[in-house]
């Protein structure tokens, strides 16, 4: 079978045109400050999607992608699909750092359950912290607010 018409090409086609709709949808609007941390995020997508599409066409991959169960990702999915549902009422920062920390805690490879938590913990408050130095006090970006800011 052609290398053009395997089922990794044309997953890595639909990578790139929706890397592509995001970066349109991120780049062209009104409030080109509201928009630039995501301008910056797809403009990268764009770039690393672009660049897989490129290996696969000529080949470059070989099997160097290793499959994942789906079944093993889904609560990592629901969680991120409840944070996004969650992120008007609760605040950008707060909810980011709970679905951090449940995703850290659930695929934690650490036996002891203290040290799970605690380890959960420390990451999603410091990976937090950093996106508030980040988002509002380095680039200034609106971000969502909530009851719990």
Not at 34 to 53: C, D, E, G, K, N
Not at 109 to 125: F, G, I, V
Request: hydrophobic share 55%; with cysteine.
């Amino acid at each position: 079978m052609s290398r053009f018409l395997t089922r990794r090409f044309f997953v890595a086609l639909t990578v790139v045109l929706i890397a592509y709709l995001m970066f349109y949808v991120s780049y062209f609007q009104e409030n080109k400050e509201a928009f630039l941390f995501p301008a910056i995020i797809t403009t990268a997508v764009l770039f690393f999607s672009l660049t897989s599409l490129i290996r696969e066409t000529y080949g470059l991959c070989l099997d160097d992608i290793k499959p994942i169960a789906f079944l093993r990702l889904v609560p990592a999915i629901i969680c991120m699909v409840a944070a996004v549902f969650t992120i008007e009422h609760l605040g950008m920062y707060t909810t980011s750092a709970i679905a951090l920390f449940l995703i850290s805690a659930w695929y934690s490879p650490e036996e002891n359950t203290t040290k799970r938590l605690l380890s959960s913990l420390l990451l999603s408050a410091g990976f937090t912290f950093f996106m508030y130095l980040l988002f509002s006090l380095m680039l200034g970006v609106q971000a969502p607010r909530g009851i719990l800011i």
